[in-house]
């Protein structure tokens, strides 16, 4: 069904129950990455090299912090206990990889890697529900995509600059896996019953594995130009969809 037939929902009651349901998962999922996400760039203000630098990454976290209260006013809309919901939670960086070790960042490396990564990613996902049906979670989504952006730009900007140096860029490639599959997992599993409704009722245009190949696409070009390359399939403990190209060709 095309989207110009898909029916766009204004308010809460004008949903069904399933489409209430989906609603709530993907908001759900989308907001504790945010607050975790503002939680990691706190992390990552003791590491930053310049007082610009330092500026930019408070401005971030405060950024987050607004993405996931516009979120949260939306899930506090269908009844969801927001006080309840921010206790019960992976915190920082763990949210990304469940893993505790990745609750702290622990250098300017590990930074750059997580907003490289997690923020491109982020910008895939999330521009996926500003084509939406849920009216509101498009429009909460616009400005969020445009943030988004800003902070994917500088995540690029300083792997660039830091790769520039081979010492530093053989820690690059060693340490990458761990963020770039904390990305992957942004996009979920392709293919599955919840993607297709999804694509039925129009809450996104393309399935998991489409968005996670697109996403694929625009971090190899930066990749190469960084020196670096993406993990290989085998190097990965996370079922890739058959869609994404891990190749550097
Ligand atoms: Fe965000
Ligand atoms: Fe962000």
């Keep these: 069904m095309s989207q110009a037939t898909q029916k766009m929902i204004t308010k809460p009651r004008e949903m069904t129950d399933a489409y209430r349901k989906m609603v709530i998962t993907l908001m759900d999922r989308q907001a504790s990455r945010e607050i975790s996400t503002s939680e990691v760039f706190g992390q990552c203000l003791q590491f930053a090299p310049t007082v610009e630098d330092k500026l930019r990454l408070l401005r971030f976290a405060g950024e987050e912090v607004r993405h996931f209260k516009a979120i949260a006013d939306l899930m506090a809309e269908l009844g969801v206990d927001i006080d309840a919901y921010l206790k019960n939670r992976l915190p920082a960086g763990s949210r990304f990889t469940h893993d505790p070790a990745n609750e702290q960042i622990h250098d300017w490396i590990e930074a ?19 084509k939406g049906t849920y009216e509101p979670l498009a429009r909460a989504n616009r400005s969020i995509v445009a943030e988004e952006e800003g902070h994917q730009n500088f995540g690029e900007a300083c792997l660039l600059e830091l790769c520039k140096d081979p010492a530093v860029r053989a820690q690059f490639q060693a340490r990458l896996k761990t963020w770039f599959v904390g990305a992957m997992r942004i996009f979920g599993r392709a293919g599955t019953p919840g993607n297709r409704y999804c694509l039925e009722v129009g809450l996104k245009t393309r399935d998991s594995g489409e968005i996670a190949a697109a996403w694929l696409d625009d971090v190899r070009p930066v990749l190469k130009r960084a020196g670096l390359r993406l993990p290989r399939r085998e190097e990965l403990d996370i079922d890739v969809p058959p869609q994404c190209n891990l190749s550097m060709g």
Excluded: K, M
């Design 112 to 130: 750059t890697l997580f907003n490289f990564f997690i923020d491109r990613a982020a910008t895939f996902q999330l521009s996926e529900y500003v």
